[in-house]
């Protein structure tokens, strides 16, 4: 019997569909991209935002059709949105035969398996990649203790859980040894793994001794919350060759009152003390954040102090968003709730000062080589990534080469020759 499965969202959602997929396959199921062929169809959902919801019911009712039009037996729908409205999913969307939260995957399959009317087998795969066979994702933590008033992952994922430190360091062993040589690690807050474990936080041991795994060429870290971004983890990025000098850090507002109504923790004082201690230490480190725009309160002074301070502590790669009121969260109910049309204005306004600012950066890297990894060939040209450049968030690097074409997984030396506020262009070496 042949299952498929659409995975929605975040690569902290990717990571559960992998499991997912190896769990199918251990039970004894075929798996298929073709959603036509397949008798089970999964649709790992995304709940975080008003966007991401929309999109997870689309494709809900998408993969529906194939209950009249393909093979569809079971109709699976998991995942944050499903946890979060599995009531109100169950009386609009009568298409879903099962309905399942986030967790419990070995739990799933044996639902499916029962509704399928297979008998399940017994395999022993650990997981199941959907990302290119050379680069892959390791969760470290699952649910978030921050409670930021506009945020919902708590809702959702329950509080922070740290995986063990010997457990993940043979998820990565396993991943290398099949041929990954970027491991990106991830979770709702990395910089505070380990807390609830060790009883401090443990993200820059755990990253040591990852780098001590042979064949793992690349460790990067995404979702690091600044409170917890301290100098010595940046120094052990800056001094491990194999730690890319890479950090996500989203800060989402910078004034002070803001930052209160946010809940968010630590100081803002203590951000522009690392993105100094960072820009001081090394030119050639890549930071990268988010931020919030119209949030409830946020006044044009404090508007205004977040567009100076995105001037004065450029960073590399930014995102921003709009809030997004989110149902049962402490942001929902607060006063002074913004328009529409001034939370885009000021959403328009950072993003086009960054692109002013990711151009410099990056023309700034114009005339200098850089290991890239190699993703793939497209029009004549290869294209890849260097270290500034996270996978699936980031821009990329196309180049010319000369010879036969470079292969995926491979890494090259590319001199860049020309940039743009995303991407760059190069030769080769």
């Not at 569809?72 to 099962?98: K, N």
């Not at 809030?323 to 939370?343: G, R, V």
Request: proline residues 6%.
């Amino acid at each position: 019997m042949k299952a498929g499965l659409v995975s929605l969202g975040c690569s902290k959602n990717r990571v559960d569909s992998e499991y997912i997929l190896a769990e199918l396959a251990n039970a004894g199921f075929e798996l298929t991209p073709e959603p036509a062929e397949a008798e089970v169809i999964l649709i790992n959902t995304c709940g975080f935002i008003t966007p991401a919801k929309e999109e997870s019911i689309n494709s809900i009712l998408e993969m529906a059709a194939y209950k009249e039009n393909g093979k569809c037996r079971v109709l699976v729908g998991t995942g944050c949105l499903t946890e979060r409205y599995s009531r109100e999913l169950a009386q609009e969307l009568p298409e879903l035969d099962l309905i399942w939260g986030v967790g419990d995957h070995k739990g799933l399959v044996r639902r499916i398996c029962q509704l399928a009317g297979l008998t399940p087998e017994e395999g022993c795969c650990p997981r199941v990649l959907t990302t290119p066979p050379y680069s892959a994702y390791l969760r470290i933590a699952d649910g978030c203790d921050n409670r930021c008033t506009y945020c919902a992952i708590p809702l959702i994922r329950g509080p922070r859980r740290s995986v063990p430190m010997e457990e993940l360091l043979a998820e990565a062993e396993r991943l290398a040894t099949s041929g990954v040589v970027e491991l990106t690690v991830i979770a709702q807050d990395t910089s505070a793994y380990g807390s609830d474990l060790y009883g401090k936080p443990m993200l820059r041991e755990l990253l040591l001794e990852l780098c001590k795994i042979e064949g793992l060429h690349w460790v990067r870290v995404l979702y690091t919350y600044p409170n917890t971004v301290d100098e010595a983890l940046v120094d052990a990025m800056i001094a491990e060759p194999k730690l890319v000098p890479y950090l996500d850090m989203p800060i989402q507002h910078i004034a002070p009152a803001a930052l209160r109504r946010m809940n968010r923790h630590g100081t803002a004082e203590h951000i522009r003390h690392m993105v100094d201690y960072i820009r001081s230490k090394s030119e050639d480190f890549m930071l990268r954040t988010t931020v919030i725009t119209g949030f409830p309160g946020e006044t044009e002074e404090e508007f205004g102090q977040l567009a100076e301070f995105l001037r004065t502590h450029p960073f590399d790669r930014l995102g921003a968003f709009a809030y997004s009121i989110e149902e049962n969260t402490p942001a929902a109910e607060m006063p002074k709730q913004l328009d529409e049309e001034t939370k885009q204005r000021r959403l328009d306004a950072v993003m086009q000062a960054q692109r002013a600012i990711s151009l410099s950066r990056n023309q700034a890297r114009v005339g200098r080589d850089y290991e890239v990894l190699v993703e793939g060939v497209e029009g004549g040209m290869a294209y890849g990534r260097s270290y500034a450049e996270a996978p699936e968030v980031d821009g990329s690097i196309r180049f010319h080469f000369n010879g036969g074409a470079p292969i995926p997984g491979s890494f090259v030396q590319v001199r860049i020759t020309k940039a743009g506020p995303y991407d760059l262009w190069g030769e080769m070496l």
